[in-house]
């Protein structure tokens, strides 16, 4: 995907989001603690005015594509519905401080989390 059709999709789901805040009348605190893929109400507000240099687009397009497929009531494209009670943001945590650690050559501190993300995704499976 090139750089400027993400930028088109990423604008067109900020602009559906921000359709969907005036709709419901919603402040930007209200509308980031519907939908918390949407981070904090100041990257909503950096979303919303498409300051995309300040926003890694890599980052912020699934999410995104999230919110809009939630506001419209359907799974993201290629992506299964999370179910209720997933370990996502536990995992996503672990993992990213591993990576961190990673390169600040804290190996066995990075095993730790990994280990962490890994048991909480097994816990996960087992309770399905």
């Known amino acids: 995907m090139s750089d400027a059709l ?3 999709e990423a604008a067109v789901c900020t602009d559906r989001i921000a359709e969907h805040q005036r ?4 402040n930007d605190a209200s509308l980031v603690r519907a939908f918390p893929a949407l981070g904090s109400a100041r990257s909503w507000r950096r979303l919303a005015a498409h300051d995309w240099g300040a926003m890694p687009l890599d980052v912020w397009l ?11 009531g359907t799974p993201p494209a290629g992506r299964v519905a999370i179910a209720e009670g997933a370990p ?21 501190l990075a095993r730790s ?14 309770s399905l």
């Open 6 to 8: 993400e930028i088109t």
């Open 23 to 26: 709709a419901q009348h919603l």
């Open 62 to 72: 699934p999410k995104l594509q999230a919110v809009v497929a939630q506001l419209d």
């Open 88 to 108: 996502t943001a536990f995992v996503t945590r672990h993992l990213t401080e591993a990576d961190r650690c990673r390169r600040e050559n804290s190996t066995s």
């Open 113 to 126: 989390h990994c280990r962490a993300a890994r048991q909480a995704i097994e816990d996960f499976q087992r």
